[in-house]
């Protein structure tokens, strides 16, 4: 009896362990699905995984998360020094007029939160409808925090329509109590402008391979400029015989402190047809800088404030080392000191991480748009003149592999008057998709941005980039060129696998412009000096800035034929006829994205929201 209990207790039957196997394989199940489906949910309140400090002393850190489920951004906010409350907001531009706003005040008794908009004066007027929802405000021992969201597009005409692309993120502290929300007066209050992607894509880190090893590229204990900006130049190179490498990822390297202050930086490869570079370590603009360095133009890796790390595809790697690569590299840093701090040291700089074990293709740097030259210029007093620079369907028919490349990031660059950025690829005379655009765009805020969709490009297509341009404060043509002052349009797209394609940019031909010259000539008084050792810089310097002749020089580059360069990366054109090109012939373009948002339901509220902060006291 005793032995038979023992074997029913310790046995169970065929059917019951038949049972709890199908429970568990169920249970497995049930946890696959969901967590698959998680997978498309938002991200957590609290999880805010994107971070940049707003104001040059870093008293005011804001972090976010992006969720494209429910279209929405939730903020975080950590005020260090909490005082009589803030703005917070977004503008076309960075004004504080037009502006959308989150804004805290307090009335030194009470707190209050609410959706407000300026008006063309910087007047503040509450929003009647309420879109910036505050979830949480708290304090601890390192400041006060304000977790709210808002939706990317909302129906509301005073909000702002967060896009992909730059946003320019305002804030101002107040210091004293108001009792009212138009008793705040904006232009008596601390502010400032912070540049950031708030859409970043939602793009997983991929495996990093195990043989990996690291590399810093920092400048050395620069004692940054007391100067509100500063460009620093350091020289690096590598080991002798350093063999060839993949950079699988890089990211940046922050001295403590200089978060803010650290306002982008770039690594660029030197051109291997030169042996030796000067060690460099300086300002780069400095007449002492060796002319030599203008020659590391071919980016390695470029990082901006609020960016994090950047990986390459699993299958593409960018090769650096070995023979036919120069071993030496620039490191260029920009410095944003707005608060023109004295004796400020810093060692910042970009980490690569690279191995040895070479990914199935080498990732290629391409340049799209116009070439750097003065036939391509913008009239002065223009509030967004267009020009657009082509990689033609010719080029990339005897350029490009039949199966393709794909374009997986990019980075748009313009000068000082670049207002707005787009690439766009167009296949058999009708416009397919956006490449990468910026309706924001400022050349200020450059990164390499990771496309949230792969872009591929097969033989015969066409890459449209089209840059507009303000030029409302100047009184002098602004012409194509490498001088700041002067202009660019340029698209660096990254790529795989690697051609031999390295600059696919178009410019106007040469003799339409002078045509246009002499037709300037026979319908103004004045005449232009047209003798042949005149530029073209000097011939645009002399136009009469009429209606006339503005409309004349945007007609020419809207039909005239161009010069195309279809360029091996030996600055050598591929074979062909590239002189007075036609005009790629578009006939059908992308509608204009509409954005999409819910209209409120039932009377929106426009009073705001009481916020428990503790005590204020007034001072």
């Known amino acids: 009896m005793q032995s038979t209990g023992n074997k029913r207790s310790s046995c169970p039957s065929f059917r019951l362990r038949e049972v709890a196997s199908m429970y568990f394989t169920m249970l497995m199940v049930f946890l696959v699905i969901l967590v698959v489906a998680l997978q498309g949910t938002a991200p957590r309140e609290n999880y805010f995984p994107y971070k940049v400090p707003l104001d040059p002393q870093s008293f005011l850190e804001l972090s976010w998360n992006v969720s494209y489920p429910e279209q929405v951004v939730h903020f975080q906010l950590l005020v260090k020094e909490p005082k009589f409350g803030l703005l917070f907001g977004m503008s076309d531009r960075g004004e504080f007029e037009n502006a959308d706003l989150a804004v805290l005040w307090s009335d030194g008794h009470s707190s209050y ?18 879109n910036y929802q505050l979830l949480k405000a708290h304090r601890t021992p390192e400041g006060l925090y304000l977790v709210f969201k808002r939706a990317f597009s909302t129906c509301d005409p005073k909000d702002y329509l967060i896009e992909d692309g730059t946003v320019h993120l305002i804030y101002g502290i107040l210091e004293k109590p108001v009792r009212s929300l138009q008793a705040i007066n904006i232009s008596a209050i ?31 204990d620069v004692v940054i400029p007391s100067q509100e900006t500063t ?40 051109a291997a047809e030169f042996d030796s570079f000067p060690h460099y370590n300086g300002p780069c603009d400095s007449k002492m800088k060796p002319d030599r360095l203008n020659y590391c133009r071919h980016v390695l890796a470029a990082w901006a404030m609020g960016a994090q790390a950047f990986y390459y595809p699993e299958e593409a790697g960018l090769a650096f080392g070995g023979p036919g690569s ?51 210029a913008i009239p002065p007093g223009e509030a967004g003149f267009l020009l657009k620079g082509y990689c033609t369907d010719k080029c990339t028919q005897v350029a490009l592999p039949p199966a393709g490349i794909h374009i997986f990031a990019s980075q748009l660059h313009t000068h000082l008057t670049g207002r ?41 297509d066409v890459l449209t980039t089209t840059c507009m341009y303000n030029t409302e404060d100047r ?63 000097q011939q645009l310097s002399s136009v009469p800035w009429n209606a006339f002749n503005r409309d004349v020089l945007k007609s020419l580059y809207d039909f005239a034929p161009i010069s195309m360069h279809c360029n091996k990366s030996s600055a050598v054109r591929f074979p062909g006829e590239w002189e007075k090109q036609p005009l790629p012939r578009i006939t059908r373009v992308l509608p204009e994205s509409a954005p999409s948002c819910q ?21």
């Open 113 to 130: 939160f609410g959706d407000a908009w300026s008006d063309e004066k910087g007047q503040l007027h509450m929003d009647s409808q309420q």
């Open 190 to 220: 601390h502010r400032g402008v912070q540049r950031v992607q708030l859409l970043k894509p939602n793009i997983s880190a991929p495996e990093l391979p195990r043989d990996m090893k690291t590399m810093e590229v920092r400048a050395p």
């Open 231 to 270: 460009y620093w130049c350091y020289m690096v190179e590598l080991p002798d015989s350093f063999p060839r490498h993949h950079i699988v990822m890089y990211e940046p390297v922050i001295t403590a402190g200089n978060e803010a202050i650290v306002h982008h930086m770039e690594v660029f490869q030197c």
């Open 326 to 376: 120069s071993k030496y590299l620039r490191l260029e840093i920009h410095y944003h000191n707005p608060l023109v701090f004295k004796g400020r040291h810093d060692s910042s700089g970009i980490r690569l991480y690279y191995t040895a074990t070479l990914r199935r293709y080498d990732a290629g740097i391409m340049e799209l748009g116009l070439v750097y030259t003065p036939v391509m």
């Open 420 to 460: 707005k950025v787009a690439t766009i690829l167009s296949r058999e005379g009708r416009e397919r998709e956006v490449v990468n655009a910026d309706n924001h765009y400022s050349p200020h805020f450059q990164e390499i941005r990771m496309l949230k969709k792969v872009v591929s490009v097969f033989p015969g």
């Open 475 to 537: 009184n002098q043509a602004t012409v194509g060129g490498f001088s700041i002052t002067d202009e660019m349009c340029v698209n660096y797209v990254h790529y795989y696998p690697q051609t031999q394609l390295e600059l696919c940019k178009s410019a106007v031909d040469l003799g339409y412009l002078q045509r246009y010259f002499n037709l300037v000539n026979r319908f103004n008084d004045e005449e232009i000096c047209m003798c042949p050792q005149a530029s073209i810089r």
């Open 599 to 619: 209209p409120a339901v039932g009377p929106p509220p426009a009073s705001p929201a009481l916020v428990n902060l503790g005590r204020v006291k007034a001072e």
